[in-house]
């Protein structure tokens, strides 16, 4: 069975930076894409950021340059760096697996990822 588990989250002020790690569990997933989504209070999941198996990556316009996001196959562990945190990146932060991933496939739609983990807050305030 697969599973993911998120850790990381936490609270910060503007300005600062967390970590967000992901562990896979129940099967390798190195020819898997892998994604980071967040939910907000009252709004709809929203893409963060994707990496193919090839390294390929996607951001959405709201985290380019400040968010990164990686992957250590041996780990069975994606990650996600989050610096210059603003108020409005409050939310849940979930990762997602999607088996079915190419070299350079990305995905930013939440439809394509088959697992998807619990999710981590991470709250941004002064």
């Known amino acids: 069975q697969v599973q993911l588990v998120e850790s990381g989250g936490g609270s910060v002020q503007p300005g600062g930076s967390l970590r967000l790690s992901c562990v896979v569990s129940g099967r390798t997933f190195g020819t898997w894409a892998l994604g980071w989504f967040r939910q907000a209070p009252g709004n709809e999941r929203e893409f963060v950021a994707a990496i193919s198996w090839g390294g390929f990556t996607n951001y959405a316009d709201s985290v380019k340059g400040r968010f990164t996001i990686s992957r250590d196959n041996a780990k069975n562990t994606v990650y996600l760096q989050m610096n210059s945190l603003r108020p409005e990146d409050t939310a849940v932060y979930y990762c997602?697996?999607?088996?079915?991933?190419?070299?350079?496939?990305?995905?930013?739609?939440?439809?394509?990822?088959?697992?998807w983990g619990q999710g981590t807050q991470v709250t941004v305030s002064a």
């Open positions: 997602a697996a999607d088996r079915d991933g190419s070299a350079y496939g990305a995905p930013t739609g939440a439809l394509a990822y088959d697992y």
